[in-house]
């Protein structure tokens, strides 16, 4: 899916993606069940989900612990496959 990420500090345990859409006010078909929600910060409890380009702009997250939207390009190899 083409998208952008957003960052969730979440209180307590792992948001299944329902939960992680409704923090951003999102409907859960906007956000990719591939990648699903993601922790990125073990310490502060952070994951991350990757939201369509086109949704993300109704994106109105319910607390100020949610960070995003942030780019997310591609990851390729610097040259030759050995």
């Known amino acids: ?6 960052t969730l ?3 307590a345990g792992t948001p299944t993606m329902a939960e992680a859409a409704q923090h951003l006010r999102l409907s859960e078909s906007d956000l990719d069940r591939s990648f ?25 997250p319910k607390d100020s612990g949610t960070e995003g939207p942030f780019s997310n390009p591609g990851i390729s190899t610097f040259g030759p496959i050995r």
């Not at 699903?36 to 109105?60: E, H, K, M, W, Y």
């Open 9 to 11: 500090h979440w209180p």
């Open 1 to 6: 899916m083409d998208g952008v990420m957003f």
């Open 36 to 60: 699903g929600v993601q922790l990125i910060d073990p310490a502060r409890n952070d994951f991350t989900v990757l939201c369509r380009s086109s949704a993300c702009g109704s994106a109105r």
